[in-house]
C-alpha cells in the first residue's frame, strides 16, 4: 500500500489506541478537524479520526510507542507502518494575564499550523432549522475547552507565542458566522492585523462570502495572506439538506465573491474546503473542482467525518475507494492548473493533514 493509500484509508477508517494518552491532546468538538489525533507517517503529518463510530471500530490499531518515540500500526496483527505523534505544544503551558489559558485562544493543528476560531458562536448553528448538519462549533466552548471571543490582542500574543516556542509556520483564522453583512471578515482583518503587528506569521482568513466583496481587500491589506470560503457540498439538494442556513447564500454568489477574492489574493491563495461522503457524487465533485481550478481556486477536498453530538454522527464516513476515486484525478486537475498545496501561502490547503490530496497532487508532479 503506497503512503497516498495508508493515509486515505486511515482518515476513513480512523484508528484504535492502545493507549489514548499518547501524543498531545486530541480533537474534540470546536471548528476543523474534530475527533481527530496528529499523526506523522514518514514526513507528512496528517490528522486521523480516533474518536468517532468508524474509528472504534477500525481494523487499524496503534501500539504504545517504542523507546524512540515511534509506533506501530497494526491491520489484522500486521504492522503496515510505523508513525508518530507531535509532542505536546510547549505554549500550551502559558496563560495570560488574566488567567486565560493560550490553547483555549488558539490550539496546534498538524505539528506547526496554529488555529483559532475567532468567534465560537455562529447565527446557523443557534438554530436547528438553519444548523449545518456535520458542525461542532458549540461543543467545546459549551464543555469549557475555549472562550466565544478571541480579541485581537489575545490572538496576537498567543500566535508570537507559538511561534518563539514552538517553530509554527503559518495560521489560520476561522470564524462562526455572526449577524452582519460582512459574515465575519471585519473582525477576522481586525484579528489578522493585531497578529502581523506582533509576530512575521503567514495568515489564512476563513469566512462565507462578505455581501460586499471590498472586504477582500480589507482582508489581504490588514495581513491576511490567503482566503478560504467554504463550500461543504457542492450540489443544491444536498447543501439543502446537510447545511440548510448556510445553503441560503446560493452557489453563484460564492462564484462570484471567489471571482473578485482571486483578483485580490492570487491564484491559488484562494481555497474552499469540500466534504466528500455528504451525498455529492465524485462526478460532482470533480466537475466542482475543474470549475474551480479554471477559476484559480484550491478545491480542498476531504473525507467527511461523522463528529460525536452532532446530527450527523450516524452518517457512515465515506469508502476508501470513494475518496481516491476524486483526490487521484484532482490531484492531476489541481497540478494542470498550476496550483499545489506546497505553493499556498497559509491554510487548510497548504497544511494538508485532513486529507490525502498533497500526496496525490506529488504524484503528477514534473521531476
Not at 470549475?291 to 463528529?307: Q, T
Request: charged share 25%; hydrophobic share 40%; glycine share 8%.
Amino acid at each position: 500500500m503506497s503512503e497516498s493509500e495508508l493515509i486515505n484509508d486511515l482518515q476513513t477508517r480512523g484508528m484504535r489506541l492502545v493507549d489514548p494518552r499518547v501524543g498531545h491532546e486530541s480533537r474534540r468538538g470546536g471548528a476543523g478537524p474534530s475527533d481527530h489525533k496528529a499523526v506523522t507517517i514518514g514526513k507528512t503529518t496528517v490528522m486521523v479520526p480516533v474518536h468517532t463510530a468508524p474509528a472504534f471500530e477500525s481494523p487499524y490499531l496503534v501500539e504504545a510507542p517504542d523507546p524512540t518515540g515511534a509506533s506501530r500500526v497494526l491491520r489484522d496483527g500486521a504492522e503496515v507502518a510505523k508513525i508518530r505523534f507531535p509532542s505536546r505544544p510547549r505554549f500550551y503551558d502559558l496563560s495570560t494575564a488574566e488567567g486565560i489559558p493560550y490553547n483555549k485562544i488558539a490550539v496546534l493543528h498538524s505539528r506547526d499550523v496554529l488555529a483559532t476560531t475567532v468567534l465560537q458562536t455562529c447565527i446557523r448553528y443557534e438554530s436547528r432549522k438553519k444548523t449545518c448538519q456535520f458542525c461542532s462549533i458549540g461543543q467545546s466552548l459549551a464543555a469549557g475547552r475555549t472562550i466565544a471571543h478571541k480579541t485581537p490582542e489575545q490572538l496576537a500574543e498567543v500566535a508570537k507565542a507559538a511561534v518563539e516556542l514552538d517553530g509554527v509556520k503559518h495560521m489560520v483564522m476561522t470564524t462562526g458566522t455572526p449577524a452582519g453583512k460582512d459574515r465575519g471578515a471585519a473582525i477576522l482583518a481586525e484579528s489578522a492585523a493585531a497578529v502581523k503587528a506582533a509576530v512575521d506569521l503567514p495568515i489564512q482568513v476563513q469566512c462565507e462570502p462578505p455581501e460586499d466583496d471590498v472586504w477582500h481587500r480589507r482582508m489581504k491589506e490588514a495581513g491576511a495572506d490567503s482566503l478560504g470560503m467554504h463550500l461543504e457540498a457542492v450540489t443544491p439538494e444536498v447543501r439543502a439538506r446537510v447545511m440548510p442556513g448556510k445553503a441560503s447564500v446560493p452557489l453563484e454568489k460564492y462564484f462570484s465573491s471567489f471571482e473578485a477574492a482571486v483578483k485580490i489574493f492570487g491564484r491559488g491563495q484562494v481555497s474552499t474546503y469540500i466534504l466528500a461522503g455528504l451525498g455529492d457524487s465524485a462526478e460532482d465533485i470533480l466537475a466542482m473542482g475543474d470549475r474551480l481550478c479554471r477559476l484559480g481556486v484550491y478545491p480542498f477536498v476531504v473525507p467527511f467525518v461523522p463528529i460525536s453530538g452532532t446530527p450527523l454522527e450516524s452518517h457512515p464516513a465515506p469508502s476508501t475507494a470513494f475518496m481516491a476515486s476524486i483526490l487521484r484525478p484532482l490531484g492531476e486537475m489541481i497540478v494542470a492548473a498550476g496550483m499545489r498545496s506546497e505553493d499556498i501561502k497559509a491554510g487548510c490547503g497548504r497544511c494538508g493533514a485532513c486529507s490525502a490530496l498533497s500526496t496525490y497532487e506529488k504524484l503528477k508532479v514534473p521531476a
